[in-house]
């Protein structure tokens, strides 16, 4: 039986990976900071800059995971529910972005 986008939030899988992401999130603004921050990537506000990064890494993580669950790329639906699962969890990930301190 193929797998779909829908089979998966409802396993749960898509879930405990976004919640596993958002727990590195520190980590990773850290990182970010680390390689150099603002004079390597050349942007304006640090903070509109970690969210940005944040979003796209924790989207793309799960476009990932549900495109090797199909076998295939996510259609336009798709791609909107997953918007949506993650859009749900901008709170937790605002909350897990501010753990790492004030930004510039």
Not at 9 to 23: F, P, S, V
Not at 24 to 37: C, F
Not at 77 to 86: N, T
């Amino acid at each position: 039986m193929e797998s779909t986008i829908i089979d998966i939030i409802k396993a749960g899988y898509l879930e405990r990976t976004i919640n596993g992401l958002i727990d590195k999130i520190p980590h990773t603004v850290r990182r970010l900071r680390d390689t150099g921050g603002k004079n390597h990537y050349n942007y304006t506000s640090e903070k509109d800059f970690v969210y940005g990064c944040t979003f796209g890494w924790i989207v793309s993580k799960c476009e990932d995971l549900l495109m090797l669950a199909k076998d295939e790329k996510l259609d336009e639906k798709e791609y909107q529910e997953l918007s949506e699962v993650v859009d749900n969890k901008l709170q937790l990930i605002r909350e897990k972005i501010s753990e790492v301190g004030e930004f510039s």
